[in-house]
């Protein structure tokens, strides 16, 4: 899909608007390559991976992969000024979900897939790999 518009243009919380909907695709494709198939079983554990608690919890888990510029796309988002909050989220872990957000939206719209690709499948390996850890403990 193009993008129209140029990316340095429009505001990180625009950036994070396109990211949700980016990590959303990737999560829920993620759950259907696990082999989980019925809708009820779907949306839990895509719900588990798009909350803003996993989201910032994969940022954390990202960081060594992380360039400068990524790091910078992040903070930009992180630090954005929103109206908007969860009620159910402390406000330090929402603001490193709107980073997250940012950086896949950021690369989304840059065209740089193949990097998009990578930190996706990272993260969501890496909250498996810790969900497991969890379980066995």
């Not at 608690?53 to 790091?71: C, H």
């Not at 872990?93 to 897939?113: D, I, P, Q, S």
Request: charged share 30%; aromatic share 6%.
């Amino acid at each position: 899909m193009k993008v129209n518009w140029r990316v340095d243009e429009v505001s990180p919380l625009a950036l994070a608007f396109l990211g949700d909907a980016v990590w959303e695709i990737y999560a829920r494709n993620h759950c259907l390559n696990l082999g989980i198939l019925r809708p009820r079983d779907l949306q839990r554990q895509a719900t588990r991976y798009v909350s803003a608690v996993a989201q910032a919890e994969a940022l954390r888990l990202l960081e060594p992969v992380l360039t400068d510029a990524e790091r910078d796309v992040i903070r930009r988002g992180r630090n954005q000024k929103s109206s908007h909050t969860r009620r159910n989220v402390d406000v330090v872990v929402y603001r490193l979900a709107t980073g997250f957000e940012a950086l896949l939206g950021y690369l989304y719209a840059t065209g740089e897939r193949e990097r998009l690709d990578e930190i996706a499948t990272h993260a969501l390996a890496a909250l498996d790999a810790q969900n497991d850890q969890a379980r066995e403990s």
